[in-house]
């Protein structure tokens, strides 16, 4: 199936932080987000000609209102892009980040291009409904029974996962308490520094004497991971979706703001533009599983990039598995027999939160920074479930 | 006079009662400063955002809309006390030390403008001792102004002079109170605990004095002394735990130190028990043990006997029982007062005992003893005050019983019963309430704020109130119907429409009668008010459709409710103004009626809710297509045009059966408008109803266009609600039958199964919400659902 002319490198990724929906960038613009990692990613590398920007691909799960009229396109004009770049906004729910690297990827390998942007953007704050600004669905969906699915909240499959996985809720407060304690210790190890790209938050609000006044706050930091999180606190949180569920505020993935780039080239660009190149894009699957249990997505997809990519789970050192919810998590993990070592080690969603469309592009900065860190990280992978039913799954390798 | 604004309150001191009076301020629309101490660290304030912070728990809740805590600013009495130049009315609510409260006045008086009021709302300390802490200059301008709790919803406020207050301040004061906050005032004098707590105190020693007496248990009393003697449910004992055993002793103290004369002096002291209680930090309600405790769902009560608490029963014996419930007092009495029984002795001892202690005290204590009376009812919540009580069951004869009793030495006090009680046949008389000071009767007080209530709160024995002119009437209390009458003293030709039905319930009779009503109205009136006292509607007789369906009439129902539905049509379209005036519970097709008029006045506390729901049915007379054509008009102004979004709040309002808890909630739901007005004192409300009625019909009042072609959400909107209650119904927050339920309230709010924005008239969204009811009421588990509230008066979930 795989008729690729040439490699895909990943030459250079960065982030902004990730704030907590309504927090430190409840007045921050989605498209101005994107414009900020897209003018960072082009500056780690300072020999690129932007004219040879095939294309930017960008990932966005609610693209609408201030994420919409093709978020891509106006993100790029606003990072200063010559126009001739054109742009392009994709939506697969969550995985639209990691979607957003394949295709870049893709078209590399397809010989249609040398460089590519690949990116994700999602501004949750501005988003008065967690399912768009206008909700409207289809009576088709309640006539059969097969496909009411499509209506269930993600939290009530979560629900559906952790019965039929039986997951319990403990496991999933301890899982939940992991990954706030690992990306706590990340952050204090100066473990993000990297990858991310400070944003300076300028909030117009009214002063004195009927001026206004511009409050500059630079945010480096992600905002959702808690220092004092407990099992005790955590245990007395109640099940959101379900009377007498296990699913929690707090053993689910944050709600939450932020963007992320990517800069892919195929290997004559790499030469031309003198990069360093980071990383090889291996392998990509998306699948299909029944809607109501759309958590358990990653199991199918998993197995399918690696295949594709020709490559072992036991050789993949570094997995990011979106933290949708612990209960998928732990279902996935489980299934699977994926080392917790090996997951997120920096902590995942739970803590770190998850702009759903942008997280895919955020999460291969991440990767990408631990495998600057790491010579002896070879692959490493990106997987995420997906609302309405699918998983994604990405591969890389470290050069 | 000239007018009496305040355009701003001060209220001294964040404790339980200033931060709720601030909130109840607040509710009134009056800007209000709160102040407490500077936070000794972090941000000055801090106190008094506690506090703030603490009333959005409190239940019941302290505003009638959550916005209004946006509307009290916080301050200190370190960097803010300039702020006090911008009150008119200053409330200190510091904690009851004498010096604490001089301390704070020598400080604050230097900040308070000369024609400002200051009132203390001390409920215990000598209002002279205090106005003693104030500046000259500030006398004239002080009194005590005593809240009770919760003072949003007890209706007393005692005013209390000092010698030095100006009258006509006094007067002004007790008119904003009224009309403003909607209280109840009472003058008192200044003495110990001033009127309502110096006797209702004094009820409960001797109910624990009693209690001990005859070896009774605390549940026991409580059931004794609860509604069966027309006084809360809370009674006697667990009032004392939610009140908090060691208020309850510091008020006792007060007592024992201020009145050394009252012959009851050895009397004012708590029990040792209850002494016990304190020292172990069982406080009551808010240390969660005191008398009673909670043990998982299992309430307990200490068990004096034991030492240990007991799960607690309260069940009275039948015997007792029967002779509470017997209707004519005279016979009541005279059975409890002759019974053997320990616990009609109990009673009969402390019914003697108040008695006894308000005849002495009537002089000292009170100007008169409506207002006594008056006090209990509104501070304590008793249905009935002492003297209307003795006075019912027959003035001289317990007059002679509790001399007996005193002369035996069986009554709490030796004082015999002052020589007046004897000369007399009662206190209230149709020319006024007897004054043991003045020896003569007092007419009810004349102030004009007065003349806003055209039925107050009468006590046993007044002159009985104009009922006004009947102009028609139909069917009567068993069955319903209404009258239409008129007070031509106010406005002959507005007419006053009130239901004679059972709690206001909407049956047949009257909704014939409404028809008619509205009909003789066009013809001969300017406006009608739809006016009778609370509740103003419970919703429609269940008991009539219960019995249709097991008769299987459902073409008769769907008459009827056609009926309904011609009856709310015709409140909103008919030629002359209909105002409805609302207070307490407007539920179902009562708020459907208030929905469908051309104007509201509702009292703060009104209760008003699409409730059908919960029966297992939908709002179809009207209500459904009001919430509709509310989405229409908003959509209209709104970019897009989209209804769905205006839609969504209503339709959880009806799934859920939400009930508005106040009248500012009322408009916030959607069951009022902004337009309408909030009348803070529910006597008020008749006479506001005949001046808007008439303003309406002066300003040319026109009904509004049936509407032709409403936008409505259609399929696309229905599926979107069904959206929420797949996600109920999966995640086990909702049976399959409420989720049936609440499709078919989607279904009409949306208009039917037509194509989204398809454009159709108002009749055609009465025709789906009406087949829908009709379709609803031969499912099983509505039947089910209707008979298990008659009969709990709860809610079934099947």
Known sequence: MSRQIQEAYIVAATRTPVAKRNGLFRSVRPDDMLAHVLSAVVAKVPGLDAQEIGD??????????????????????????????????????CSSGLQAVADAAARIRLG?????????????????????????????????????????????????????????????????????????????????????????????????????????????????????????????????????????????????????????????????????????????????????????????????????????????????????????????????????????????????????????????????????????????????????????AGVFERL | MSNFIIRKVAVLGAGVMGAQIAAHCANADVPVLLFDLPAKDGKPNAIVDKALAGLKKLDPAPFAAKDRAGFIDAANYGSDLEKLRECDLIIEAIAEKMEWKLDLYAKVAPFIRLDAIFASNTSGLSINALAEGMPAALRGRFCGIHFFNPPRYMSLVELIPTRDTEATMLDQLESWLTTRLGKSIV?????????????????????????????????????????????????????????????????????????????????????DWLQELIAKGALGQKTRAGIYRKDGRQIQVLDLKTGDYRPSAGDVIPAVETMLKTKDPVERFSLLAASELLEAQFLWSIFRDVFHYCAVHLGDIADNARDIDLAMRWGFGWAQGPFETWQAADWSEIAKAIQLDIDHGRAMAKVPLPAWVFERKGVHEAGGSYSATTKALKPRPALPVYKRQLYPEQVLGEASADRGETLWENGNVSDGGVRLWTRPDQDARIGILSFKSKQHAIGDEVLDGLLEAVARAERDLDGVVLWHPAPFAVGANLHQVAAACQAGQFDMLERTVAKFQRASMTLKHAQVPVVT??????????????MHSAHRVLALESYVGLVEAGVGLIPAGGGSKEFALQAHYAAQKAAGGDVFPYIQNSFQTIAMAT????????????????????????????????????????????????????????????????????????????????????????????????????????????DVERALFVDLLKQEKTQQRIAHTLETGKPLRN
């Not at chain 2, 002394?225 to 309850?248: H, W």
């Not at chain 2, 069951?671 to 009625?693: N, T």
């Open chain 1, 56 to 93: 930017v691909i960008v990932g966005c799960a609610m693209p609408e209102a201030e994420q919409g009229m093709n978020v891509a396109r106006i993100g790029l004009l606003l990072a200063g892009l010559p126009d001739s770049v054109p742009g392009i906004t994709i939506n697969r729910f």
């Open chain 1, 112 to 392: 249609e291009a040398d460089v590519m942007i690949a990116a994700g953007t999602e501004s949750m704050s501005a988003m008065p409904q967690i399912m768009g600004n206008k909700v409207s669905l289809n009576p088709a969906i309640f006539a059969k029974q097969e496909n009411v699915g499509i209506a269930f909240g993600m939290g009530l499959t979560a629900e559906k996962v952790a019965q039929q996985w039986k997951v319990s809720r403990e496991d999933q407060d301890s899982f939940a308490l992991h990954s706030n304690q690992r990306a706590c210790a990340a952050i204090a190890a100066g473990l993000f520094r990297n990858e991310i790209s400070p944003y300076t938050v300028r909030a117009h609000v009214p002063g004195e004497g009927g001026a206004v006044r511009v409050i500059e706050r630079v945010v480096d930091t992600d905002e959702g991971p808690r220092a004092d999180a407990s099992l005790e606190a955590l245990g007395k949180l109640k099940p959101v979706f379900a009377a007498r569920g296990s699913v929690t505020a707090g053993n689910s993935s944050q709600m939450s703001d932020g963007a992320g780039a990517v800069l892919l080239m195929s290997e004559a660009a790499v030469k031309r533009y003198g990069a360093t190149p980071i990383a090889r894009f291996v392998s990509y699957a998306v699948a299909g599983v029944p809607p109501q249990v759309m958590g358990i997505g990653p199991v199918e997809a998993i197995p399918r990039a690696l295949k594709a990519g020709g490559v072992a789970l036991g050789e993949v050192g570094w997995i990011e598995l979106n933290e949708a919810f612990a209960a998928q998590s732990l279902a996935v993990m489980r299934q699977l027999s994926l080392d917790p070592a090996r997951v997120n080690p920096l902590g995942g969603a739970i803590a770190l939160g998850h702009p759903l469309g942008a997280t895919g592009a955020i999460r291969t900065a991440t990767l990408m920074n631990a495998m600057q860190r790491d010579a002896n990280l070879r692959y490493g992978m990106i997987s995420m479930c997906i609302g309405t039913g699918m998983g994604a």
């Open chain 2, 187 to 271: 003058r008192a004098k200044d003495t110990p605990n001033f009127v309502a707590n110096r006797v209702g105190v004094f009820s409960i020693l001797a109910v624990m004095h009693h209690t001990a007496r005859l070896g009774l248990g605390f549940d026991e009393v409580d059931g004794l002394t609860g509604p069966l003697i027309g006084r809360p449910k809370s009674a006697t004992y667990r009032t004392a735990d939610v009140v908090g055993l060691d208020t309850l002793a510091h008020v006792v103290g007060t007592m024992q130190a201020t009145l050394p004369d009252d012959p009851w002096h050895a009397h004012f002291k708590v029990p």
């Open chain 2, 581 to 594: 005036a609302i207070q307490g519970m407007a539920l179902g097709g009562g708020c459907e009626f208030a």
């Open chain 2, 659 to 766: 009930v508005a808890k106040s009248a500012l909630e009322a408009v916030q739901l959607g069951f009022a408008k902004p337009s309408d007005d909030v009348v803070f004192h529910p006597q008020e409300l008749l006479y506001v109803g005949i001046r808007r009625a008439r303003a309406l019909a002066e300003s040319g009042y026109r009904p509004p266009f049936v509407q032709r072609a409403v936008t409505v959400a259609g399929r696309n909107g229905i599926a979107t609600c069904e959206l929420l209650l797949v996600n109920m119904a999966e995640g086990g927050f909702i049976s399959p039958y409420d989720y049936k339920v609440a499709k078919a309230a989607a279904t009409a709010l949306c208009g039917g199964e037509v194509e989204t924005n398809s454009r159709v008239p108002e009749q055609w969204i009465l």
